[in-house]
């Protein structure tokens, strides 16, 4: 009996301490029995972080929140982190909270792939996350503008707006109606194919005049194609040297017979210019100009005694100017 009560009473003991320590791990105070190493970051608001809270790194707990304290005007959180957890020194904290009505936690980032390990004591860097209130104050003034805007398109304030808009369609009821009968006439009339747009729409002549136009155009076109194509043979047949054309452009002896006169009349030329021969005399001589110019006057002097004289005396006249 004694063994037994001496048994049951350890079994309570053990129980106890379970229990205990299960309370403790709920409560995030176990962390004092595990190994670990401490690392701090400073913010500028704590958003009411609370000792024990959780530390993680994509979501998976790495450890707790141990401190928070005042530190020249910022908030220092220190925070005990598992011993096989690797943070890096450019990995950066954040205080989030799981939802509207849910913890804060403190989460970490990863850091650089070729950062190095932070040691005992390092202080990470810090990201701000806004403030749950000022979000909830910013919704609320979205709030207050939403209502103030269907204030201003209700009651009277709708009928000012719209008033001035209602007065005008009465005062120009008359007209409007008559400018929307003459449009709907207009569209009847374009529907019943009457009027310059109603022929262009429905007539069936407009079509077929654009049909024969474009077979027009595509003859002509075939036309310009059949020319080319002629010019094109033409062309062919002149390189070729055929025809009159192609004889002038490609046979040589044309071009040499060419050559040869430019030659000759380029002799003659230069001969005139040298005062050889009749024409060149001619045109270089000058006592060959005085002489024709004095008989051109004595046969002008003689032409005006012939007017008063008898044919045996214009023969004498004409003989004693002349001087034979």
């Known amino acids: 009996m004694k063994n037994s009560l001496e048994t049951r009473l350890g079994m309570f003991v053990i129980l106890a301490v379970f229990a205990a320590w299960a309370i403790i791990e709920t409560l995030g105070s176990a962390d004092i029995f595990s190994h670990g190493y401490h690392v701090s970051a400073l913010f500028d608001t704590a958003q009411d972080l609370k000792v024990g809270d959780r530390v993680k790194m994509a979501g998976v707990e790495i450890g707790r929140v141990e401190k928070i304290a005042l530190a020249d005007e910022k908030v220092s959180v220190q925070m005990k982190l598992r011993s096989d957890v690797v943070v890096k020194t450019d990995s950066k904290a954040i205080i989030k909270f799981t939802g509207l009505m849910g913890q804060n936690f403190v989460a970490v980032s990863f850091g650089s792939p070729n950062g190095t390990k932070l040691e005992e004591g390092g202080i990470l860097e810090s990201a701000e996350q806004p403030d749950l209130s000022a979000i909830m104050a910013k919704l609320d003034n979205a709030a207050a503008g939403i209502q ?13 707006i719209l008033g001035p808009l209602t007065d005008f369609f009465k005062q120009n009821s008359a007209p409007i109606t008559a400018t929307i009968a003459n449009v709907k006439n207009i569209s009847s009339q374009i529907a019943a194919g009457q009027g310059t747009v109603g022929k262009l729409i429905y007539d069936d002549s407009l079509y077929s005049s654009a049909l024969t136009t474009v077979s027009n155009l595509q003859d002509t076109a075939g036309t310009a194609k059949d020319v080319l194509a002629s010019a094109k043979l033409v062309m062919s047949n002149v390189s070729a040297g055929q025809g009159t054309l192609g004889k002038l452009i490609t046979d040589e002896t044309l071009y040499n017979s060419t050559t040869a006169s430019m030659t000759n009349l380029n002799g003659i030329l230069l001969k005139i210019n040298q005062g050889q021969g009749t024409v060149g005399k001619l045109v270089n001589d000058q006592e060959f100009y005085k002489n ?3 008989s051109l006057q004595k046969l002008d002097k003689a032409a005006d005694g012939l007017e008063d004289q008898g044919p045996l005396s214009v023969i004498g006249i004409m003989a004693n100017q002349l001087g034979l």
Do not use: H, L, P, R
């Open 148 to 160: 103030n805007i269907t204030k201003v398109f209700s009651g009277d304030k709708i009928d000012n």
């Open 292 to 294: 024709a110019k004095v």
